[in-house]
């Protein structure tokens, strides 16, 4: 029998220094039997080098298209927009199952070339969660990103732009700093800190030197009560990082913060979950996504209260590409081993079937 092969691609999105495989990963997939190529990419947080040195086999950047049909690609986010046919395997996010933009144009490129998708976001263990997600940062960054914020609005400034971290301890260090030395005195309230991104807020806050009674965990016992909470209002930072999937009572609003006026904590909030235009978005104060370089946006409440920032950005795990990399390809591991039996795996089966019926969606969609 033939080794078991994948193929990692470039990433050409910009800013995204991510990736699926990271050197730990190649290492144990070339210890079960794989051959691992991976394309040389200066984008990447990992060096050529560190793949070299666990036994992968380097090729040109962005030289997939060319790859023999049968070698699977591995990437993290989705592909340049274009026509042309997709013949290979894809393992990647390609954010076209939900009727996002050109969802259809891009399932069709798999039609024309005969390729199949495995797309990262639908790959769910038997209790259909998902084997591999990047949460965990999202909520650590996220809460980083908060902090600084916090730390700008005490100096009367706005936060500047924000840049991808080498590693998390210089990201802790670096927030550290800025706060003085430590978080300590700092107040934050994360809602949904028992999920992924809730986890991850509240180790942030931990490993900036909160005092464990002053980051108060919600998840939805605490929230039952129905909102809007007045706990949020006498926090510093508010971090939101609860899955929505139905309508629940707003859990702050402007007109709760303007009655407030100055008899308000709150300067901070980080809506993790972005559920930005969500019409059941349970943080009604703000309408757009932030961004690295525009991160936060000012809630306007008039002359009589005190600035109020909401961080909104929806690509967190960006700012820690290496830590949310390692933890995304470790998760990712168990089911890559079982790749080269994704006729039978049931999480790769599972994810053949959705693919299969998207693209027959996709197919009448486009007319073809
Ligand atoms: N901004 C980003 O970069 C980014 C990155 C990854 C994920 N996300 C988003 O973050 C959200 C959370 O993702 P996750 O992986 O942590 O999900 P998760 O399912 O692991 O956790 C969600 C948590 O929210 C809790 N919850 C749900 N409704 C609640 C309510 N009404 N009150 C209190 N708690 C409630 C759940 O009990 C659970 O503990 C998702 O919307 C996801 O799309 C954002």
Redesign the pocket.
């Known amino acids: 029998m033939s080794k078991p092969v994948l193929w990692l691609r470039c990433e050409k999105k910009v800013f995204e220094r991510r990736a699926a495989l990271t050197p730990t990963t190649a290492k144990k997939l070339i210890h079960a039997g794989f051959d691992i190529f991976v394309e040389r990419d200066q984008q990447r947080i990992f060096d050529d080098f560190e793949y070299e040195a666990v036994g992968c086999k380097l090729v040109e950047n962005n030289s997939w298209p060319t790859a023999p049909k049968d070698i699977p690609i591995i990437g993290l986010k989705e592909l340049p927009v274009s026509t042309d046919p997709l013949p290979h395997t894809h393992i990647q996010f390609a954010h076209c199952y939900k009727k996002q933009a050109d969802w259809s144009s891009v399932l069709a490129r798999f039609h024309r070339g005969g390729g199949t998708l495995y797309d990262l976001e639908f790959l769910e263990d038997e209790k259909h969660r998902r084997v591999a997600?990047?949460?965990f940062h999202?909520?650590f960054t996220?809460a980083a990103a908060g902090a600084l914020a916090l730390a700008a609005h005490r100096k009367d400034e706005k936060l500047g732009k924000l840049e991808p971290y080498d590693n998390e301890a210089n990201m802790i260090s670096h927030v550290r700093g800025v706060l003085g030395g430590s978080g300590k005195g700092v107040k934050a309230l994360v809602?949904?800190?028992?999920?992924?991104?809730?986890r991850g807020a509240v180790d942030l806050f931990r490993k900036i030197g909160l005092a464990e009674d002053d980051i108060l965990k919600?998840?939805?016992d605490?929230?039952a009560k129905g909102g809007p909470f007045q706990e949020i209002l006498d926090v510093d930072i508010f971090v939101n990082?609860?899955?929505?999937?139905s309508k629940?009572p707003s859990f702050v609003t402007r007109d709760q913060l303007v009655a407030a006026g100055m008899d308000r904590r709150l300067s901070v909030v980080v809506d993790?979950?972005?559920?930005t235009t969500n019409p059941y978005n349970?943080i009604p104060i703000y309408s757009i996504n932030t961004t690295f370089s525009e991160p936060t946006v000012a809630v306007d409440l008039g002359p009589e209260s005190p600035p109020l920032s909401v961080i909104s950005?929806?690509?967190?795990?960006t700012l820690l590409p290496r830590e949310s990399s390692e933890q995304f390809s470790s998760d990712l591991l168990p089911s890559l081993l079982l790749f080269p039996s994704r006729q039978s795996a049931r999480v790769w089966t599972d994810a053949e079937k959705l693919f299969k019926e998207k693209l027959a969606e996709a197919v009448v969609a486009e007319g073809l």
């Open positions: 997600a990047f949460g999202a909520g996220g809602i949904g800190a028992l999920g992924r991104c809730g919600w998840d939805l605490e929230t990082c609860i899955y929505l999937n629940i993790v979950s972005c559920d349970p950005i929806d690509h967190l795990p």
